[in-house]
């Protein structure tokens, strides 16, 4: 089983549609998580941490399983400039090392 | 500031030269680490320095090289690169040793491309 599996999409939504990725991972020690957006060229850019009571920022909404080592992302109401990678990614143990999911594109399509 | 800046952005070499990439961030982080990162794959780590050390080298080839000098700034120099490592190298520094707590800050990047 790989370290962090993700949807391996590409997802194409139109405009204002919902969209959930969904991603696992296998360290049961993993300690933090967080969602990663890599826009075409660019560097990954933080999206949001995720923790177990679940957080939200605007229309993006991040939950975390511990139990099922499971890590969801929605999106609500798509935009155009939402098009991007998403990057799911997890960190634990005693060093600093972070593992990158493959990623997951979508596309928003006018 | 809230950024992690590497330079150059683009670089070409040749199989027989040495260059480094350097990468700089002045907000306090005390881990900073390279990544390497091939078109259409995630990130893969490279070398993690914490508090100036080299605590992870995930099996590197000794053709590329990092140094930390200060808490501020990482390097990494290459030497007798291979075609097949052209990528982008992504600079990335965290917060604190007890793991990200608030997430990586990555830098822009440099692409480079070995001839």
């Known amino acids: 089983r790989k370290e962090v599996e993700q949807d391996p999409g590409p997802f194409n939504v139109p405009e204002g549609a919902t969209v959930a990725f969904n991603c696992t991972y296998s360290n049961s020690a993993s300690q933090s998580f967080f969602w990663y957006r890599q826009d075409c060229r660019k560097e990954p850019k933080l999206l949001m941490s995720?923790?177990?009571s679940g957080n939200e920022d605007g229309r993006f909404t991040a939950q975390l399983n511990r139990a099922s080592q499971y890590i969801s992302l929605l999106i609500r109401d798509s935009k155009l400039s939402d098009s991007a990678t998403y990057l799911c990614?997890?960190?634990?143990?005693?060093?600093?090392?972070?593992?990158f999911g493959k990623g997951t594109l979508l596309t928003v399509n006018p | 500031d809230t950024e992690v800046t590497q330079t150059p952005k683009h670089l070409v070499m040749g199989m027989t030269n040495k260059k480094s990439l350097k990468c700089e961030q002045h907000m306090g982080h005390r881990a900073m680490y390279w990544y390497k990162q091939k078109a259409k794959k995630p990130p893969e780590l490279m070398f993690v320095y914490s508090y100036e050390k080299l605590s992870i080298n995930e099996s590197v080839p000794s053709r590329f090289s990092p140094e930390c000098p200060n808490s501020s700034l990482l390097n990494l120099h290459l030497h007798a690169l291979q075609p097949e490592d052209s990528a982008l190298y992504l600079c990335?520094?965290?917060?604190?040793?007890?793991?990200?707590?608030?997430?990586?800050?990555f830098g822009s990047g440099t692409r480079l491309t070995v001839v």
């Open positions: 990335a520094s965290s917060h604190t040793d007890a793991g990200p707590d608030y997430g990586y800050t």
């Open positions: 990614v997890v960190s634990g143990g005693s060093n600093y090392k972070l593992t």
């Open positions: 995720v923790y177990s």
